[in-house]
């Protein structure tokens, strides 16, 4: 029997596909097939991971110092030279203990190299030496980012975070209406191309504005593979395939720790970072479309042909056209309220506009201390590219306890415990002396493991917490507010240079995690409850409680 795409007249068996229940009765929530296509989505995660946080390395400050001429060698002058040799201690003031970075005695004869020859008046200084036991070159060192220059290098990472955005925001509607696969290979050509011109950009101001062309392409292939690894799976298997793509996102962290540590230059670190994008064109031939995408926008011949693939390679019989009629949805919403809700019927209830401002809060300290602590690995003591691997491992054992947490405990305690552990952990980081080395490490990767386990909760919870109609655009939303924590992030962890104040970047995650945890408490928990459908069952969601605390079941869904 044919059947005409969109036509009114025939019904397509497709029609209002029930994919989860076809999934978990018939082709498999998990099975061979979809594991190796959700493998395939996971590596471009990595890829991601790498572009994300390579200015921890490209954007370093290292030590440095004026330059001598009258003392350091003319043909190849190096910035330890001045303490190895001793000439420091009659060319370049202190301060506090430390030596100062940006000026140097005057030199009165510019003839010889004595203490004779140099006064106690000081200026600054046209030529820095960077030390290079870290990094040989960053962006810094090249564009010559400091003695009053440093503002710039967070504005690039804020720029970058820009991007991130506006390419959520770009991309996640394009994917609705054009297709996943589409707009993945998009953003990953928009990645590749700025990402590689950014590797040879000639100025800071052009490196910028590739960076922030390259976020927004990286964000778009993100957001893509995961929505696709999302909807390849059955419902059973989806939070656990939301958790184990992040698991791929610290291997990307890890490989950019071993890359950065190799070849200690932010042009080859930016080029290693994006060239293997292009492998991933490949991904034309051998990724899937989204059938959820294809059934809901009609393209119910394509979406045949995806159905086809999946029980081929799980070796199961794809159900006839009649049998799938067993497989259609049940629409629930006919008669009720919810067709027309929006969000401006949200704004009208109190409930639910301290809850979604509670979210709002939620979101942007989350992303603020993740990428703020990741940032900030330089400010560790010890060697920046293990510290830098330390804090990528802490992830590990984050989204494992947002597995096990929201599995077993629930949504609410597992973010409110998660954030105060991150909290806590940023306050005593921020009291103890610089000299306790080993104790700030270990505090900064108990940050770093609270952020990372509610980043991996919050997602998954903002969207339990809103009813059907509005629930895109609440999580949507939140998300922007993410990305405002992501943008100021830079600034934060730079604040202990920008200030002086070593301890100050600490204590704002640590004020900043501690009352965001406080006020989750307040939120309703949602595990075990079947997703609001109305406004009105949302602000249900708090409404009672039963002997044990938790909340009672509100109707059933059927999305």
Known sequence: MEYIENTPLLQHP???LDLDKLMSEKLGDFGRFQKWIYF???LPAALTAGITLASVFTADIPVHRCQVPACDSPVIPHYEDAFLFGFANFTIPTSGGDWDSCLRFTNIENTSCTSKTFNNLTE??????YSTVD???TV???FDLVCGEEWKLPLSQSVFFAGVLVGAALFGHLGDVWGRKNMFLVGLLEMTVFGIAAAFAPSFLMFTIFQFFTAMGQVGVFQTVFVLGIEIVGKSKRVFCGVVIEYFFVLGEILLAVVAWYFKDWRKIQFVCVIPGILFFSYYFLLPQSIRWLVLNGKYSKAQEELKKIAKGNKVPLPTDQELQLFKKI???SGNNSNNESLLDLLKSPVLIC???NVFLNWTVITMIYYGLSMNAASLAGDIFVNFALLSMAEIPGYTLSYLGMTYLGRRITLASSLLIGGVSCLLSSFLPPSYVTFHTVLFLSGKFGATAAFGTTYLYTSELFPTRVRNACVGLSSMMGRLGAIVSPYVARLGVLTGI??????????AAIVSGSLTLLLPETKGKALPRTIQEAEGLGASTDGRGGYQEIGSEED
């Open 14 to 16: 497709l029609e209002n």
């Open 40 to 42: 395939l989505v996971c």
């Open 124 to 129: 600054k200084c046209e030529n820095r030496l």
């Open 135 to 137: 990094m040989k070159n």
């Open 140 to 142: 810094a060192t090249e």
């Open 331 to 333: 629409d629930t919403d």
């Open 355 to 357: 809850r979604l401002l």
């Open 502 to 511: 070593v301890w100050l970047p600490m204590a704002v995650f640590a004020a």
